[in-house]
């Protein structure tokens, strides 16, 4: 079973619209939550990440939303262009001996012209 | 400044068959990873490294082998490949222990099992 869950699986967007990417996690021990974008071809690369000591993170046009208590953080993309067609995956991780994250499935973002 | 370098890029096995994947960094990371992408499961980690000499298991380990002999390399070996194995296999590497530090990870391995 999926530690992490992340929601949706595909998503559409026209240019200059809203990304919504959401994820669930049930391990409260998880305290660290980073985002890692990958294009097709590629391997992943960090985006963005979030320490639960705040609510919100803001780099450019991407934005973490974190909501402790109900387990839950989110990325929004404002203004998405399509340079940001790729696949997102929310990730988590507590204090461990490999420094280990727990991945979610991953959503595919595609942005139209 | 090649960073994470995965050999090959694309392989097609039979069952049964056995080979080794090479993850190359030239960063002098400490810890290195393997993990497997199949759609809809994310990147699940097979095993993992925290220093030359030091293997450690992840969250799907069976069928799979790894050693660290050198610093800069970690290699992931399929003993007896079988179907389910079909997937990306993608390696990261990480640099100190500080688990904030990104992870950063080569352009993948596409392994195919027939």
């Known amino acids: 079973q999926q530690q992490v869950k992340q929601s949706p699986q595909s998503l559409i967007v026209q240019k200059g619209g809203i990304s919504i990417i959401n994820c669930a996690y049930e391990n409260t021990a998880f305290d660290y939550f980073p985002w890692y974008q990958q294009f097709p071809g590629k391997g992943p690369a960090l985006l963005i990440a979030?320490?639960?000591?705040?609510s919100e993170k803001k780099e450019g046009r991407f934005t973490i939303s974190f909501n402790k208590s109900a387990k839950q953080f989110s990325l929004h993309i404002m203004d998405s262009q399509p340079g940001d067609s790729a696949t997102y995956f929310c990730a988590a991780s507590f204090t461990n001996a490999g420094n280990m994250l727990t991945f979610g499935g991953g959503t595919r973002l595609m942005v139209k012209p | 400044n090649a960073g994470v370098t995965q050999t090959p890029k694309f392989r097609v096995l039979k069952t049964g068959q056995s080979m080794t994947l090479l993850c190359a960094q030239d960063m002098n990371h400490e810890y290195m990873y393997w993990y497997r992408q199949d759609p809809g499961m994310g990147l699940r980690l097979i095993h993992y490294?925290?220093?030359?000499?030091?293997?450690a298991k992840g969250e799907v380990p069976d069928g799979y082998n790894v050693s660290r002999l050198k610093k800069q390399n970690f290699l992931l070996g399929l003993e007896s490949a079988a179907p389910s194995q079909t997937s990306v296999y993608f390696c990261a590497s990480s640099r100190t222990r500080d688990r904030y530090q990104p992870q950063h990870f080569g352009d993948g391995t596409r392994l195919s099992i027939l």
């Open positions: 490294s925290v220093g030359e000499g030091t293997t």
């Open positions: 979030i320490r639960p000591d705040v």
